[in-house]
């Protein structure tokens, strides 16, 4: 069944040709799906020697390398109609809503998967009725342009008569041989733009699906010039990992060879996105996936890699290993351009984009409902991976964020204007002023989750924020969080505040996020890591700080930042939670900034977030609500109650409504409101067990409290 074992390649590459090897049969684990490419039938197959690159290129001529720019651009050409051609039919199909759709249905999100529908349903029945309508609106055009000719011949003949009528004015018919050289000069330009547009019109198509084209993905081999061609690398394939594990070193393993078994594939090396290659593999029995992980190094070796372009790890299946094997030098590319730098806007509750994965997908996980944590040693990335994210929360118009930095520097000056709240610096008023914001997150949580009862709705949704502006979403950064939760006086409330608000707050679309360099428990409480969704660390020293990051036991299932290098692997982190995988390695998106120059490319992005951020939402940067002192009961339930009764238990959410930011209300009972009154001199009755407040007995109250001011009054 599984592959077979041939013996080792020697330090020579075979000279008689590659054999290929068969893959071996799928064992009882459910194969996984990958979008990629099967290796079944292509060379070389028994050793994973590197292919050669063509070396004729160093000295080739002008008529070659013009050969190759002109074969270059038509394959261009080609794919851009292609991509044009998935865009057209996208339109036609409503593609990108249906992708939405199938999304939803693949990770069994009900409430998405219904208001996508809903919104597919709309779409197409607005569609539908353009199309009914149509006739009507060519008739409505064609009677526009019969009046318009109509009305210009009336004025025509009209100034006509009126110039014959004037004494020493044009006659009929000079001012009539004037509007013929007139429709002539018109007719000629109007010749000319359609000539124009007939000539033109193939240049500009061309140049449109060769742009397409350009920009639709990676350029074969033979279309590179040769000094730009990447690193030729070594192919993986079933008979090159049976022989990798083979020659591991490991004891158990090697009684298992000897004694007839062989390897299974679940999943078959396979090429995904011209990265590298994922591949599920059966152990022995004796054998872990740990005793496979300490291996890594000489795994690497063996497949012809630097250690940091292979990474097994324990599948979700006992007894299975889930190896991946990077393209050689593909780990130290850097990331693409951030895809929101010029355009676009961001979504929290579908995900904003952090940066790509090893298989070169890009990752954007929702933030709502998910909370993160960067960790890592100084200078690999952190900051910048913070910036990122908030960068793409910022894009999104319904979105209010809150920044605290516990430190001098200035990574979020640019951001200012589109922050309700940015504090920053070293000072006990940073954490006193955080500490405060964690208070109030917290209080704004029990709020919601009111509000949401009130709604009759289990979650904050999209919909539900564009409706209803007192639960916009709300995503609050900690920058240097070692700093404020090891404070001697604030440190262990806020930590207390913050394990709170994430054990609460998943359904109420409020966000924290975290970045430190230190994984000890007065940096980073491991609560707070453990109730997070996404945890990402960059480059650490010890297993101890990866645990600490990543969550107790990562090290040892094989998700370990120890192996990136620091310095070289900087803007590289491990990232859990984000997508099906165990882990991904993400290389974070870059938002350029010239320290000596002052300049920061979020400048520009924060510029046009501000053209569309929602008007209910605060921006400005230290904009914090400044709560009232104080309030009377009486005169909010004389705005809130109408003509009828209304019982007891309904009135605090209607207080709460009005009055969104005091305190008092959002814990306010309808027993607790009932005593309260008794103490104003208003009688709530309990008829029908129902308690009902009569808006008549609180304007009586009320009238009588202004009567007591008068009587006090001095004569």
């Known amino acids: 069944m599984g592959g077979e074992l041939i013996p080792f390649p020697s330090t020579e590459p075979p000279t008689g040709g590659p054999r290929p090897v068969t893959p071996a049969g799928a064992g009882e684990v459910e194969p996984k799906v990958f979008d990629a490419e099967l290796l079944a039938d292509e ?54 809503i249906r992708e939405q759709i199938r999304r939803a249905r ?13 919104k597919l349903l709309a779409v197409k029945a607005a569609r539908h009725q353009r199309v009914r309508e149509l006739p009507r609106t060519l008739r409505s055009v064609l009677v526009v342009v019969l009046v318009a000719v109509v009305a210009l011949l009336g004025l025509a003949t009209l100034m006509g008569v009126a110039l014959q009528l004037d004494t020493g004015g044009w006659d009929w018919r000079t001012w009539w041989s004037f509007l013929a050289g007139v429709g002539d000069v018109l007719v000629t330009l109007a010749v000319v733009a359609i000539h124009a547009v007939v000539w033109g019109a193939a240049p500009a198509w061309l140049l449109a699906a060769w742009r397409a084209g350009r920009a639709g993905g990676t ?45 299974e594939f679940a999943t078959p090396p396979v090429r995904v996105n011209n990265r590298g290659y994922q591949a ?41 290993v889930d190896l991946w094997v990077a393209d050689t030098g593909s780990t130290t590319k850097a990331a693409p351009e951030y895809p929101l730098l010029h355009a676009g806007t961001g979504d929290v509750f579908a995900g904003v984009p952090l940066g790509v994965s090893q298989r070169g997908d890009v990752i954007a996980p929702p933030l709502v409902e998910s909370n993160i944590v ?54 006990d008023d940073v954490a006193e002023a955080a500490l405060d914001s964690l208070r109030e997150l917290y209080d704004e949580v029990g709020r919601r989750e009111a509000r949401l009862a009130e709604l009759g709705a289990k979650k904050v949704t999209r919909g539900l924020a564009e409706k209803h502006p007192d639960l ?11 700093e404020l939760f090891g404070h001697e006086e604030h440190g262990k409330p806020a930590a207390d505040h913050a394990v709170q608000i994430l054990r609460r707050a998943r359904k109420t679309a409020i966000t924290l996020g975290f970045d430190t360099q230190s994984s000890r428990a007065d940096a980073i409480p491991p609560k707070i890591v453990e109730l997070v969704r996404l945890n990402a660390c960059f480059a650490v020293k010890t297993w101890r700080s990866n645990d600490g990051f990543l969550g107790d036991g990562s090290f040892q299932a094989g998700i370990r930042a120890t ?68 309030r009377d009961l009486l005169e909010d339930l004389d705005a809130v109650l109408n003509t009828d009764p209304v019982p007891a238990a309904d009135v605090p959410a209607l207080l709460a409504h009005h009055a969104p930011d005091w305190q008092p209300y959002r814990t306010l009972t309808g027993k607790a409101l009932v005593a309260r009154l008794a103490t104003l001199g208003v009688k709530v009755p309990s008829t029908g067990n129902r308690w009902p407040v009569r808006p008549e007995a609180v304007r009586a109250a009320l009238a009588r409290a202004a009567t007591a001011d008068l009587d006090d009054e001095p004569e």
């Open 219 to 263: 350029l074969p081999t033979w279309a590179v010039a040769p000094g730009l061609r990447e690193e030729p690398s070594a192919i993986v394939t079933p008979g090159g990992i049976a022989q990798a594990l083979a020659h591991l070193g490991i004891a158990p393993l090697n009684k298992a060879l000897k004694d007839g078994w062989s390897v």
């Open 563 to 630: 192996e990136l290098r620091p310095g070289k692997d900087r803007g590289t982190s491990l990232l859990t939670g984000a997508t099906s995988e165990r882990f991904e390695i993400l290389r974070s998106f870059f938002v350029p900034v010239d320290d000596d120059a002052g300049w920061d490319a979020a400048t520009d992005v924060i510029a046009r977030a501000m053209r569309h951020v929602h008007t209910a939402v605060a921006v400005g940067g230290n904009a914090r609500p400044v709560a009232p002192a104080a």
């Open 472 to 482: 916009r979403p709300i995503v609050a950064l900690f920058s240097e969080c070692h």
């Open 43 to 96: 060379p070389p197959a028994e050793s994973a020697w590197p292919v050669k690159p063509d070396t004729d290129g160093g000295g080739e001529g002008w008529s070659r390398r013009a050969g190759r720019v002109a074969a270059r651009a038509a394959w261009q050409v080609g794919r851009g109609h292609a991509v044009l051609g998935r865009r057209a039919l996208d339109a036609v199909v409503h593609g990108a």
């Open 374 to 427: 960067f960790g890592g040693m100084m200078g690999q990335g952190k900051s910048n991976a913070a910036r990122v994210m908030m960068l793409g929360a910022a894009l999104d118009p319904l979105a209010e964020l809150w920044v605290f930095v516990f430190a001098g520097n200035g990574d979020f000056d640019a951001y200012t204007p589109r922050l309700a709240r940015y504090r920053r610096g070293t000072g």
């Open 106 to 118: 693949e990770v069994g999100d009900s409430e998405a998967l219904a208001v996508w529908t809903d």
């Open 280 to 320: 599920v593999l059966s152990l022995p029995m004796g054998v872990t996936p740990d005793m496979i992980v300490d291996k890594r190094a000489v795994l690497a070796r063996n497949l012809h890699r630097d250690p940091v372009e292979v990474w097994p790890s324990a599948h979700e299946r006992a007894g299975f």
